[in-house]
């Protein structure tokens, strides 16, 4: 059973930094691409950032030069590093993966930016 689970997400003043991580288990977790997203109040989940297997990044225009998404693959977690966070920013943040055909979500952590 492929299980996530997010931790990390706290309320900080805009500027701030935060460091997201996601913990899974359940699954051969290098051989697999993990994803970062988030849904702020009232909106759809948006895509954050991604990592492949072999390590290359990918990330959403709005966080590119302030995210940075990491693996480590002896612990089996993912990890997104937030700096000069944005009220914008504000939102529940979820990791993915996909495995067997279908997408495992973890629970999402918080994370508040205020101005």
């Known amino acids: 059973q492929v299980h996530l689970v997010e931790s990390g997400g706290d309320s900080v003043q805009a500027g701030g930094s935060l460091r997201l991580a996601c913990a899974a288990s359940g699954l051969n977790f290098r051989l697999f691409p993990i994803s970062w997203y988030r849904q702020a109040p009232e909106k759809d989940r948006e895509y954050v950032a991604s990592?492949?297997?072999?390590?290359?990044?990918n990330y959403t225009d709005s966080v590119k030069g302030r995210f940075t998404i990491s693996r480590d693959n002896v612990w089996n977690r993912t990890y997104l590093q937030m700096n000069s966070l944005k009220p914008e920013d504000t939102a529940k943040y979820y990791c993915?993966?996909?495995?067997?055909?279908?997408?495992?979500w973890g629970k999402g952590t918080q994370v508040i930016v205020s101005s």
């Open positions: 993915r993966v996909t495995y067997a055909s279908r997408n495992y």
């Open positions: 990592i492949t297997a072999a390590g290359s990044t």
